[in-house]
């Protein structure tokens, strides 16, 4: 069946610093990935997607590229802020037309230091 | 506003004392979800529902059933709950298969 594995965390950074999240996927046909935010308290926000190979989803200084030869997502930021400190989940959803819902990851902590 | 609702936010039960968590979204989507949410393990969907009166089982459907009723809403039913049960609760909603997922806030279970 449809998996998600995502780098272990706690990932604890200084502010300004460069993230790399990794994602890799193993599922049929060509699903559409997504990374979603969950900060302190809060539910499940969606942070960007991408629908097909070679799709680059961008938010809020975020980018991840859906790589089909290597089936990896990885979440990246130029620098920082202590306000992305949250728990980032990867995501895929099967494809088109399936009713099935999300796949997810098992997340990654994140702490932005000031 | 677009939301989905969850309640209650946190809950503390006993053995076997049957229990039912609302969820309840207003943006007339016809696709929702239960997920569960333990360290180490993401979210796991429990069930899932493509409309009213149509229901399939998730990923870890043991323990818990759900009915879809009316379109907005779609509860969460533990018939007998036990320890390991004891986790965070999603519900989501998303317009189509290929909708973007609203969460709601979660629902925290503990079960004594």
């Known amino acids: 069946g449809d998996s998600v594995t995502q780098m272990e965390g706690p990932v604890t950074l200084s502010e300004e610093a460069f993230l790399t999240i990794n994602c890799t996927y193993t599922?049929?046909?060509?699903?559409?990935l997504f990374w979603y935010v969950q900060y302190p308290g809060e539910g499940l926000q969606l942070l960007l997607k991408a629908t097909k190979a070679d799709d680059k989803g961008s938010n809020k200084g975020f980018e991840a590229t859906y790589r089909k030869e290597t089936t990896s997502f990885h979440l990246e930021k130029g620098s920082v802020q202590v306000s992305d400190s949250a728990v980032y989940f990867c995501a895929l959803s099967p494809r088109r037309g399936s009713a099935r819902q999300l796949t997810f990851g098992s997340g990654t902590q994140l702490t932005v230091l000031p | 506003e677009a939301q989905v609702t969850q309640n209650p936010r946190y809950l503390i039960t006993v053995t076997g004392k049957k229990l039912t968590v609302t969820c309840s979204q207003n943006?007339?989507?016809?696709?929702m979800s239960w997920y569960r949410q333990d360290p180490g393990l993401g979210l796991r969907q429990i069930y899932y529902s493509m409309n009213v009166e149509v229901t399939d089982k998730g990923d870890v459907p043991e323990g818990y059933k759900v009915s879809r009723k009316e379109k907005r809403n779609f509860p969460l039913i533990l018939e007998s709950p036990s320890p390991n049960q004891t986790s965070l609760y999603f519900c989501?909603?998303?317009?189509?298969?290929?909708?973007?997922?609203?969460f709601g806030p979660g629902t925290r279970l503990t079960v004594t």
């Open positions: 989501a909603s998303r317009l189509g298969s290929e909708g973007e997922q609203y």
């Open positions: 599922a049929t046909g060509y699903p559409s």
């Open positions: 943006m007339n989507h016809e696709y």
